[in-house]
């Protein structure tokens, strides 16, 4: 056996895979760490970096345990993260206190004068990540950082993506100009390209001129995930239970190495499925594309341009549903199992955590259409399922309609592995097959990037062929697929009508009658 380690860092907790280069996964295992909140602002998340780091070394052990293995014979670590999730830095490459987590939204003001700014100076970059800049991403929480941190602006050297900052410490990184830096976040979340690098210091500072110096700040080597960021140092060896000197390549985003676990390939979309949705796509050539947060070469496999979209609640939403009603999103599921299209007569918009893609609205709410005296939690929960597929059909309509191809639908993360209802409903509503990895792929993509930096697979694809599971095909149902049609054009309208502030006014007084007859003929 030839084994690397894969490491996943969600938005509650990190896996650890230990994988065999030709067989797969023989062992992992899971550590949590707390999510901060403030029950007086619903925009906050935060996180602690010593929590993750505690947590990675538990988990490392606990994988090393299941597989039945020594340390010793792991030949290279690679790690993906949550993003935008956003520290700033003080001497020794330190954080200056918390994680801004990727679903804290308390950068919206900042988020808005940016984008103000960048059509003003008709900034390239803006319209790479699809027009409008987003409260979940890097820029827009330095901003916010250094407004409400006065004492500690001059302290800070650098501020740094989560992926970046773990693969830093791990191999003793202490020079900011020597920083990885993932193309993977710096071009999804930070505005920056291949051509043009940051953006100019003129234009940051135009933005706020607390932004005086920060691009200069920004250093580091800026590179995709094939190459080294550097070794794991004898000090983190010792405490996971590794070897040192073992190849630690440049990190990426959870979502985006969870595409690649999934088998992505050109003309797939990947939809990765957890607290979140990201919806994920490769190409060899893709023009911009309004609302998606960026098309960025590189971000998801070296060789293709990455594009992402998504939602910015999914398991959170689910959660949410279930904890009003005091139970588990698992019992509402067996509520729901004979649930059919349109049953409940709930049209659900799921902005709980506002809007993600394509409206990039923090500033919304969620809706819910259609209530009467009889509805339980477990309609709820059954209408946002086929909300959320509504709101990433519309994210696949626009890439299509900007010649993205879409060959096939496939279903990564943790919920389509254990939410059957989930993968039907979205087969129904996108009228296509979608498929479900046959085995959880969570850090998988890690362990395939761990492999490529050992020198075990040549190429990604080829450890792709190796490493990737086979698919169970979830067809569409014709009568379901009828249903969600009607369903889908008043969603549209609605979607459009109330989360533009600049839509036209559309005549609404036909949705509540329409939800109503199309649950009676369903419950027929």
Known sequence: MTLVAGVDFGTQSVRVSIVDHLHGVIGFAVAEYPVKRDRSDPDFATQSHDAHMNALVDAMHGALRD??????????????????????????????????????????????????????LKLPAIRACGGVYSSEWGFAKLLHWLRHNPGQRERMVTAIEHCDLVAAVLCGITDPDKLPRSICAMGHKWLWTAAEG????????????????VRTKLGGRYETSERIAGTLTPDWAGKLGLAAGIPIPVGAFDAHWDAVGAGIAEGDVVNVVGT?????????????????????PGSIHPEFIGIEAGLSAMGYLLESIAKRANTTVGALSDDIARH?????????????????TVLVNPKLGGVTLGWNLNHTAADELFAAIEGTAFNTRIILDRMHEHGVPIN???????????????????????????LVPERPITSLGSAIFACVAAGLHPTIQVA?????????????????????????????????????????????????????????????
């Open 276 to 296: 979140a949705t990201c919806v994920m796509a490769i190409t060899k050539s893709a023009s911009e594309i309004p609302g998606l947060c960026g098309i960025v």
């Open 464 to 524: 792709q062929q190796a490493l990737c599971p086979s698919y169970r095909v979830v067809h569409p149902e014709p009568a379901a697929v009828a249903v969600y049609e009607r369903l889908y054009a008043m969603y549209r309208t609605l979607y459009f009508a109330m989360g533009d502030p600049d839509s036209a006014s559309v005549n609404v007084g036909g949705v509540l009658p329409e939800l109503r007859e199309i649950a009676s003929r369903a419950r027929s």
């Open 408 to 434: 096939r639908v496939i279903h990564a993360g943790g919920i389509p592995q254990k939410n059957a209802v989930l993968n039907q409903v979205y087969a129904n509503v996108f009228n296509k097959p979608v």
């Open 67 to 120: 597989a039945k293995v020594s340390g010793a014979e792991i030949m290279a670590l690679a790690l993906d993260t949550t993003g935008s999730t956003v520290v700033a830095l003080g001497a020794g490459l330190k954080p200056l206190g918390d994680y801004y987590l990727w679903c804290d939204h308390r950068a919206a003001v900042e988020a808005a004068r940016i984008t103000e700014v960048a059509h003003a």
């Open 340 to 356: 059919r299209a349109g049953e409940t007569g709930l049209l659900r918009i799921g902005w709980d955590n506002g809007d993600r």
């Open 198 to 213: 940051l953006p100019p210091e003129e234009f940051l500072v135009a933005v706020d001129p607390l932004f005086a110096g």
